[in-house]
């Protein structure tokens, strides 16, 4: 079974995330759209005709996003299969929320790694 195909977003704590968003995009050029959202658009190796992004984003450090993880950080992995993917993980001893939750636009899951750090699982639509 194929698990995380790519990184969906790089997520942290920043005292000003604004600000910090408004540096890095000024001095080094990351990618912003209209809206202020920092994305990194590539096409996926298996399948070029398949868009996808990477987001980068600052959070207030005040979030509590990240929870229960003390960690000032999360990673967003993009999946396969988010209805198989959490219960197989779960059997394998991988601490985890119990439920999915789906948007129009995503579905998003969420672990616990080895080290207590939230990871979020991201299947993204058709789309991406």
Request: aromatic content about 14%; overall charge negative; charged content about 30%.
């Amino acid at each position: 079974m194929k698990r995380v195909t790519g990184i969906g977003g790089v997520f942290f704590e920043a005292r000003a995330p604004d600000e910090l968003k408004a540096w890095y995009v000024s001095h080094l050029g990351l990618p912003s759209r209209p809206d202020g959202d920092v994305m990194f658009e590539w096409r996926e190796g298996e399948g070029p005709d398949r868009q996808g992004e990477t987001v980068w984003s600052p959070f207030p450090r005040d979030t509590d996003y990240f929870e229960p993880s003390q960690s000032p950080f999360m990673i967003n992995c993009r999946v396969a299969d988010l209805d198989g993917l959490p219960t197989q993980l779960r059997r394998k001893g991988v601490e985890g929320e119990e439920w999915i939750e789906e948007y129009p636009y995503s579905r998003f899951a969420w672990i616990m790694d080895s080290e207590g750090n939230r990871v979020e699982l991201w299947e993204p639509p058709e789309k991406y």
